[in-house]
């Protein structure tokens, strides 16, 4: 697939710290409950660490206790792309960037939690960078 945003992987490495690259370009995971949004109560936009997309607000954001920042839903449907991953021996949905194909993290569906969507976006912190509102 095209990004809108591509970059050589000397242009990313050269951007990213080795941690966010890992992430965002290696499709790893952050160790859970140490990410800086993993409870934050702020209000705001989380965009793409990567490449600055608008990815989720705060009004989407909700407690699920698992150890990485959860949303209901994206900040607009095509914020994100949604691939299938099989890694690990199990089948999961991917969640990237659909500007710029950074993994953010999975979504999964029907765990029961009390969201208008029934889905739990499970993204890394480390992927994200919230921008607090105004006033």
Not at 82 to 101: F, I, K, N, P, Y
Request: glycine content about 8%.
């Amino acid at each position: 697939m095209s990004y809108d945003v591509e970059k050589p992987d000397e242009e990313w490495r050269a951007q990213l710290s080795p941690s966010e690259y890992a992430v965002l370009r290696q499709a790893g995971t952050e160790p859970a409950f140490v990410g800086e949004y993993t409870d934050t109560k702020t209000q705001g936009v989380y965009s793409c660490r990567a490449c600055g997309a608008d990815l989720f607000t705060s009004g989407e954001k909700f407690e699920s206790h698992c150890g990485w920042p959860s949303f209901f839903d994206p900040k607009d449907t095509d914020a994100v792309e949604l691939v299938e991953d099989t890694s690990h021996g199990m089948v999961r949905t991917e969640v990237r960037c659909a500007r710029c194909g950074s993994h953010l993290g999975h979504v999964f569906e029907g765990e029961g939690y009390a969201t208008p969507t029934d889905q739990r976006y499970c993204i890394n912190s480390i992927s994200l960078r919230l921008t607090a509102d105004e006033g």
